[in-house]
């Protein structure tokens, strides 16, 4: 994909360690987590010792090789799993100290999933399946689909409210499925390989979104494989064997918008 942006990622200690987290702003905060999974006689230790801050505002790639342990860690940053030991924190609460249910309702106030697949419900318009999230919450019934009806706006797809997912193209599902994610205006947006099912130009669509929506405030951590997409973040961590080997910020990283102009439409 693109190879023609050239890579902007340099070292933070060759920038002089701007690190914004300060304690007070941080979103999530990691204390030595680690994992493991017991595999019948074998025992897998997926993460090995995981600590790091992130501040309201940012947005993290997650890079590394398959098996590195990244899905481990954002399912742990999105409460559907528990460390074996360490600490993490969201928005300043300890998250070992709820339980499953407590666990489930703050998961759906605070956290917006997105992923490779769209999990978008078939039979369903794209303003139902951005509903859904607000039907456990206390969100008054009027308000669900002014919500929604905001959400699908704010990724672009306003005029496609009552098209079923098999009426749009893969691009537009995830923009709904995005849209799904936003829809309880959670504190963070969690994607693991959101681009992973799409082409080169409809990744970079989906880019302008995630840029469009962190410069409105939203946190985001991002999990992708391709450098070409992580250059859009503001942060990329590299995990190898459960750790994190590399934190650094991106240099002069490109608006998803203007690499836009320079690759060619898709014919329709
Ligand atoms: N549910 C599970 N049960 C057993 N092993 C698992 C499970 N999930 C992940 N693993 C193992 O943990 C390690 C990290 O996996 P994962 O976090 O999925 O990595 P990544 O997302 O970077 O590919 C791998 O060795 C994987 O096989
Ligand atoms: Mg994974």
């Known amino acids: 994909m693109l190879e023609n942006i050239p890579m902007s990622i340099m070292s ?21 987590l680690h994992k493991y999974y017991e595999m019948g006689e074998t025992r897998v230790h997926a993460l090995r010792g995981v600590s790091l801050m992130i501040s309201r505002g940012e947005f ?3 890079m590394g090789a398959s098996g590195s342990g990244k899905s481990t860690f954002m399912n742990i940053l999105g409460c559907l799993d528990r460390p074996n030991s360490g600490r993490y924190l969201l928005e300043g609460m300890d998250v070992a100290q709820h339980d499953k249910k407590q666990l489930a309702s703050i998961r759906n106030q605070k956290i917006g999933f997105v992923f490779q697949g769209f999990n978008l419900l078939a039979r369903t318009t794209a303003l139902e399946n951005i509903e859904l999230p607000t039907l456990y919450t206390k969100i008054a019934q009027a308000d669900r689909r002014k919500r929604a009806v905001e ?20 691009g537009q599902q995830q923009r709904v499925a995005i849209a799904r994610a936003l829809v309880n205006r959670p504190s963070i947006l969690l994607a693991d390989e959101p681009t992973g099912n799409l082409d080169t130009r409809t990744s970079v669509e989906i880019m302008e979104i995630f840029q469009d929506l962190n410069d409105r405030g939203l946190t985001i951590v991002l ?17 190898r064997d459960g750790k994190i080997r590399k934190d650094d910020f991106v240099v002069n990283r490109p608006s998803a918008t203007k690499v836009l102009k320079t690759l060619p439409t898709l014919e329709d």
């Not at 933070?12 to 030595?32: L, W």
């Not at 250059?231 to 961590?237: G, I, M, P, T």
Request: charged content about 20%.
């Open 223 to 239: 999990v992708t494989h391709e450098q070409d997409v992580a250059q859009f973040a503001k942060r990329v961590l590299v995990f």
């Open 151 to 170: 959400a699908l706006a704010l990724v672009g797809l306003a005029d496609r409210g009552e098209h079923f997912p098999s009426q749009m193209s893969g």
């Open 60 to 62: 993290v790639a997650v």
């Open 12 to 32: 933070a200690d060759a920038i002089g360690k701007t690190q914004p987290a300060s304690a007070v702003d941080a979103v999530i905060r990691a204390e030595e």
